[in-house]
């Protein structure tokens, strides 16, 4: 079994040369795989990414409960994330991504709920929203695509208000055993073929499980959390080590 690489500042997709570059090719990526994105998380994830988002909405209920509440899904793709924190939900929830193609599917669902979640097209690392706006501040498998880590958690921080959360789910990489062998090849040998197949966009597939493998363990996402000056930084690893829910608060 490959080492695990050390964590770079942000994502690198083949052929990115600056943070602008990744963020542009990452965009790309995104627009491209728009139409067949929701049926391959579903199908490739035997169906536990909607597991996962339901339980990340429960871990953060209390929030979720204040009618007061204000909340942003960032990196939201097609919105499944932020449809999990709205349902059963008193708090007002946005979402926002950078890519519009993702926005069009994530707008169309919302339209069938009567408009239930407003979603906005903007950039992670520059958000347009004023210091201390909101009280839970999510991504779930978006936060890893950033060009910057340490400046999309500083912007998270800085609009979340104090004693405010921020929640981040992402893929990890299981330990050493059958379990984490059998996992890493399907996840590097078997979902880029399949992804790739239906979406036709290979490349996408293929960056899917290099930048897991680039991105932070758990323990090292929680030391960067904790090192910005977020408190009460967790992990909760689930699914044999695959995904983990990250939470952290600012300081009052």
Not at 123 to 151: C, I, M
Not at 178 to 191: A, E, H, M, T, V
Not at 209 to 234: D, H, I, K, Y
Request: charged residues 25%; hydrophobic residues 40%; glycine residues 8%.
């Amino acid at each position: 079994m490959s080492q695990p690489t050390a964590p770079s500042k942000g994502t690198r997709p083949d052929g990115a040369t600056s943070e602008a570059d990744a963020s542009r090719k990452v965009r790309e990526m995104f627009t491209q795989i728009a139409p067949r994105y929701d049926l391959l998380n579903h199908l490739l994830s035997l169906q536990l990414d909607r597991v996962w988002r339901a339980k990340t909405a429960r871990k953060l209920k209390t929030i979720l409960d204040r009618p007061d509440a204000v909340v942003l899904d960032l990196c939201c793709g097609t919105g499944d994330l932020t449809f999990a924190l709205k349902k059963k939900s008193k708090a007002r929830v946005i979402g926002a991504d950078f890519a519009h193609t993702m926005l069009v599917r994530a707008n169309a669902k919302s339209a069938k709920m009567g408009g239930a979640v407003p979603f906005l097209e903007l950039d992670a690392l520059q958000l347009p929203f004023a210091d201390e706006s909101f009280d839970l501040v999510t991504a779930a498998f978006g936060f890893r695509n950033l060009a910057n880590y340490e400046a999309g958690l500083r912007e998270m921080k800085r609009i979340l208000k104090p004693a405010g959360t921020i929640g981040i789910l992402e893929f990890t990489e299981p330990p050493a055993g059958p379990f984490g062998d059998f996992y890493r090849w399907y996840f590097r040998k078997i979902l880029p073929k399949v992804g790739g197949a239906i979406s036709g966009d290979a490349a996408a597939y293929k960056y899917l499980p290099s930048s897991v493998a680039r991105f932070f363990r758990p323990e090292e996402l929680r030391e960067l959390m904790r090192s910005l000056g977020l408190q009460r930084v967790e992990a909760a690893v689930w699914t044999g080590g695959t995904v983990a829910l990250h939470t952290g608060i600012k300081g009052s």
